[in-house]
């Protein structure tokens, strides 16, 4: 693995992408569904999509994106404080630029056509402000942001015999 693509993954981040990807996933299939197949509102949608994929996003990211030892009860509180701001501010400045930005560039858009891309935008910002909320407050650790344990290297491992 190469230097930068191992610092990247020790501090963290290749690791909140995957789990991003996997959250990304479960929460934009669950606001399609309740935004297409069953019809609900766009807020509604994109508040069921988020809550289910908040719950899987909290375990993933605690054991493995950022591997805190903090208990629930210490991170959950701000994990779900994090995530609430996160989702809505995010959603909000995506409504925004799907009214605003996607009738300038496809006018007579319909007003789903227009949820739906605000759904895809929202998705996006809610992740990058989510990463940065979540790994320098609810993941925090005292004197500084969470980070992986070091592995040893094979010559520093005891009994490696060098």
């Known amino acids: 693995m190469s230097a930068k693509l ?14 991003g990807v996997i959250n990304t996933i479960i929460g934009l299939t669950v606001t399609f569904l309740c935004l297409n197949a069953i019809g609900l509102n766009y807020w509604a949608s994109t508040l069921i999509g988020n809550a289910v ?5 909290y375990f993933m990211n605690k054991s493995f994106t950022f591997r805190s030892s903090a ?9 779900m404080i994090i995530t609430a701001v996160c989702y809505f501010t995010a959603y909000w400045l995506a409504a ?5 930005g996607v009738v300038l560039v ?3 858009v319909s007003e789903r056509f227009k949820d739906n891309a605000a759904a895809l935008i929202g998705s996006g910002l809610y992740t990058v ?7 320098k407050i609810t993941f925090m650790v005292k ?9 040893p290297k094979p010559s520093e491992r005891e009994g490696s015999g060098t």
């Open 6 to 19: 191992k610092l990247l993954f020790q501090s963290g981040l290749i690791r909140f992408i995957i789990v």
């Open 53 to 57: 994929g908040a719950v899987n996003s």
């Open 71 to 79: 208990s629930i009860g210490q991170t959950v509180w701000k994990f």
């Open 96 to 100: 925004l630029i799907a009214d605003k």
């Open 106 to 108: 496809m006018p007579g």
């Open 129 to 135: 402000l989510n990463y940065i909320g979540q790994k």
């Open 143 to 151: 004197g500084g942001p969470a980070k992986a344990p070091e592995v």
